[in-house]
């Protein structure tokens, strides 16, 4: 094996890569090599060697030449998106070519007018140890004529373990992962049913779990293959909905590893199912900003580049996309992004790499400080930026700039930029939207960099409308958000971050408004009406007259709401119904204490320690349970034991993949299998002061020696820490089987509170998270209110309370009926108290009860529905 020449693939003009008009190729981050601007269509294969990918779409094709060389030949580019118009492949993926056999023949005519450029790299990927060398000069070449020598291919094979030409499989799988004698293989494949596809959340998932065994896995798509430990390499993959993706592993763990990655796509898709019904993590969906709010993030998938069609202007006024809805009227206001500078030369590979590590790892605590101060949307966010920083594709790239005497920030830079550039080139709008994600990282390093502190807080007017092109997450929470009313983009995507943060921030938001924006005058006074989708950028008087009246109003309305729900809550008959609020965080106990919350009747205690690598100590969790405490003054706390397995994943705790997680070691089954973590947490939640306002609350109850064993550890726990009085215990009915054994149950404990979302789940036998059976998987089917009515009469014969937890208690068609059961206190999530409160008190038990013991008898969910509206009247706007 000698070294390796490569021919030209076409006739036409040959240039170096630096003029291919693409930062990726030119840049070298696929590998060295030159490109020739084409004018034949047919393309002709290079060198010998085995056809590696050639997609449908044609555009591109790769060969992997003796000695395991893979040379990649990229027909123009953008050309991905012509979605195989004007290709025609001439060969098959698998089969083995002579060099200058016809691989594709391509329409000049069509291809030159659809794509960016027509200039075709022709690329030898990855380098490693090779070397390039006779490269043709810059001038017309022939399709046959030598375009350089490829050297160093024995060294290379050698490395690669494949000095006898066996040849790498064809996952693409790194030097390193080529196979060992005695490696286990592992692979499957799947068609993904992810809505999205495998975008950032996923495919950060996927390479947290890949990069957790020794194996070296890839994914396979589209004829093309992804190291699955790198997040960037996954989504580049483009999979999309409907798409096989095959899931190769080599390795001792191999077979764990392809488990463990089709485990997590089971997760994400549990946690996208979630997501698309309003709440990505606390599932206390059915009223939020959502439902009838002022502020509602927009479902649909849009993404508005500045020249969008969606952008329109007449007479000062431009219409958008809602992202988040609501009204506002204030003053155009702007923030100046600046592009911090690099310089690129370095000053010695070992010195840039260390700044980049030192810097990447203060990007990372300063995160993980920011993450604590933030709700649970703001954490996920972040959590996929850590990603970013760790992604081995993005670091390897930028290693690779610095070992060629660039500084860290230059390489740092290329290397999200590149990144960025191949997502652009997807046609997959909610993954382009990742490459505001990439910025924000890529910024917060340059910034570290250069020593720099990011502004804590970016200052704004007084009811400040921000107008800009684009804005970043890091940048829109650095924002006084006390003074901004609304975002306008000119571009920005509703899927984006920034737009999920707005919502969770309830500021009303406009994406895609078009470069037009670039004209509003700063300072002047403009409407978002974010409900029509329009800014008016020019009102007149009496306009803005009509839109202050309008804010004014509705502002009264909330405020009177908010008001009305400081007070205790009783039926129109006088009967005591408490309504508490479920709480993730610090942040939400403020917000649940301002919306009127009379306490928390469920605090999500595993929400409080996601996304990182070591369980959180006693000190540590009785700081956070004091603070939330504090933030509910003398109110009560119920403190749900941690809840982890089954679609609530801790990366602290790992568990083994199962096969049914959902039916599997989750919620106390967990606890009580790691006894020292429960001690911890229980320690913890006893020494909240003051001693006793902490109840507790035992999660996927299924009998009653969970109770009893928990009981136990907890009067240990007493007797360790002179705690003399008791502490009050409740248990979750989540399954059908602690609903049916309540009357028994209710004996051990002193209180219980039904957690629907599971106890549907288990009841109906429908995964809570599957996307299909979502519409389906209703509370109000008369089998759950049955449950409830056990559960509610259980309580009632015991004289103890009976609360319900779950998403249900905020449905206003569940609320009558939940009251009328015998339910006495509703836990929502905050934002729903004031008009769960108002509905409340317009309702008479005796009507209620009437009223839920005829949907006893009915025979679906919808049937309930339909007499519950029959009866209260179709649905109003409850905030
Ligand atoms: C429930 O199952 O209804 C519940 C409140 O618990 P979680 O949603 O956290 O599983
Ligand atoms: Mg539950």
Redesign the pocket.
């Known amino acids: 094996m000698s070294n390796l020449q490569i021919l030209a693939p076409f006739n036409g003009w040959c240039s170096p890569l630096e003029e291919v008009p693409d930062a990726v190729f030119a840049g070298r981050m696929l590998g060295d090599g030159l490109a020739i601007d084409p004018t034949n269509g047919s393309l002709l294969a290079p060198c010998a060697g085995e056809i590696i990918t050639l997609p449908a779409s044609a555009h591109a094709v790769s060969i992997r030449a003796a000695g395991g060389i893979d040379v990649l030949i990229h027909v123009g580019i953008d050309t991905v998106q012509l979605g195989g118009r004007g290709f025609e492949a001439r060969a098959q993926p698998g089969t083995t070519v002579r060099a200058g056999a016809e691989l594709l023949r391509f329409d000049l005519d069509v291809v030159a007018r659809a794509a960016k450029s027509l200039m075709s790299p022709i690329v030898v990927t990855p380098m490693d140890g090779l070397t390039l060398r006779q490269c043709r000069a810059e001038g017309p070449v022939a399709a046959g004529d030598l375009l350089f020598e490829v050297t160093g291919v024995i060294a290379v094979a050698k490395q690669r373990g494949l000095v006898n030409g066996s040849g790498a499989d064809a996952s693409g799988a790194d030097a390193s992962g080529a196979a060992r004698p005695g490696d286990a293989k592992a692979a499957q494949t799947l068609i993904m049913t992810l809505r999205q596809g495998l975008h950032a959340r996923p495919a950060a998932l996927l390479a947290q779990r890949a990069r957790s065994f020794t194996a070296q896995t890839t994914l396979a798509a589209h004829g093309r293959t992804a190291n699955a430990r790198s997040v960037v390499a996954i989504m580049a993959l483009g999979v999309g909905q409907g798409e096989e993706i095959s899931i190769q592993a080599t390795g001792a763990d191999a077979v764990r590893a392809v488990a463990a990655i089709v485990a997590a796509i089971q997760e994400a898709l549990r946690m996208e199912a979630v997501a698309a019904h309003g709440a990505p993590v ?3 969906s059915v009223i939020g900003p959502c439902a009838g709010g002022e502020m509602a993030i927009n479902s649909a998938s849009t993404s508005c580049p500045a020249d969008s069609p969606v952008a329109g202007t007449t007479l000062g006024l431009l219409r958008g996309v809602i992202a988040v809805a609501g009204f506002a009227v204030g003053r155009a206001t702007r923030i100046e992004r600046r592009e911090i500078p690099v310089v690129e030369a370095g000053t010695g590979p070992a010195l840039e790499s260390a700044a980049l590590e030192r810097a990447q790892a203060d990007v990372r605590l300063s995160l993980g400080r920011v993450a604590k101060t933030g709700g649970v949307t703001r954490r996920e966010i972040i959590a996929a930026h850590l990603e970013f920083l760790d992604d081995p594709q993005l670091n390897e790239t930028a290693q690779n700039l610095i070992a060629a005497g660039k500084s860290a920030g230059f390489a740092w830079r290329t290397a999200t930029r590149s990144c960025i550039a191949s997502l652009d080139a997807l046609d997959n709008s909610r993954l382009r939207e990742r490459g505001d994600d990439l910025l924000d990282v890529e910024s917060h390093v340059l910034l570290e960099l250069a020593g720099e502190a990011r502004p804590v807080t970016i200052p704004l007017p007084e009811r400040a409308v921000l107008i800009v092109d684009d804005l970043l997450p890091s940048e829109l929470t650095a924002l006084d958000q006390k003074r901004l009313l609304a975002i306008c983009l000119g571009r920005g995507g509703v899927t984006s971050h920034v737009a999920i943060l707005a919502a969770a921030m309830e500021i009303p938001m406009l994406i895609g408004l078009g470069n037009a924006v670039r004209n509003v005058a700063s300072g002047s006074t403009v409407i978002v009406d974010a409900e029509a989708g329009t800014l008016q950028t020019a009102p007149t008087p009496a306009a803005i007259d009509t839109a202050h009246t309008k804010v004014e109003s509705r502002l009264a309305r909330r405020a009177k709401m908010q008001a009305a729900a400081q007070t205790d809550c009783y039926t129109l008959d006088g009967t005591r119904i408490e309504v508490f609020a ?1 709480l993730g965080n610090v942040q939400d106990a403020a917000t649940a204490v301002v919306n009127g919350a009379e306490g928390c009747g ?1 605090l ?1 205690t ?1 929400f409080l320690f996601l996304d990182r690598e070591t369980a959180p100590d006693e000190a540590e969790q009785l700081a956070t349970y004091q603070d939330i405490a504090a933030a509910l003054g003398s109110r009560p706390l119920i403190l ?1 034991l941690m ?1 982890v397995g089954g ?2 994943p801790l990366r602290y705790l790992p568990l083994p993949a199962e096969e049914n997680p959902a039916l599997g070691l989750r919620g106390v089954r967990t606890a009580l299998a790691r006894p020292d973590l429960l001690r911890t947490q229980l320690r913890a939640a006893l020494r909240v002061q003051p001693s006793g306002s902490v109840r507790l609350l035992i ?1 996927m109850i299924t009998d009653i020696a969970e109770v009893l064993a928990v009981r136990g550890i907890i009067d240990e726990l007493r007797a360790e820490l002179g705690i003399h009085h008791p502490i009050a215990l409740g248990a ?1 009915i ?1 399954t059908p089987a602690a609903a049916l054994i309540a009357p028994a149950l209710i004996r051990e404990v002193d209180f219980l ?9 288990y009841t109906l036998a429908m995964d ?1 998270g599957h996307p299909q059976l979502a519409a389906r998987t209703d509370a109000l089917h008369p089998a759950v209110l049955r449950l409830v009515a056990v559960t509610a009469n259980a309580g009632t014969a015991a004289g103890k309370m009976v609360a319900v ?4 208690a905020a449905d206003r068609y569940a609320v009558p009926l939940l009251l009328g059961l015998g339910a006495r206190e509703l836990s929502v999530v905050p934002a729903a108290v004031p008009a769960i409160k108002r509905q409340i008190r317009a309702l008479r038990i005796e009507d209620c009860h009437e009223l839920a013991m005829k949907c006893l008898d009915l025979a679906s969910a919808a049937a309930v529905r339909a007499l519950v509206e029959e009866t209260i009247g179709p649905g109003e706007n409850m905030q």
Do not use: F, H, W, Y
């Not at 937890?805 to 249900?808: A, F, N, P, R």
């Open positions: 606390t599932a206390d479920n469920l999500r595993e749900r809840d679609d609530k999660p979750m989540e509170s039904i957690g629907s979302n599971d106890l549907t789940q809570r937890c779950g998403s249900v």
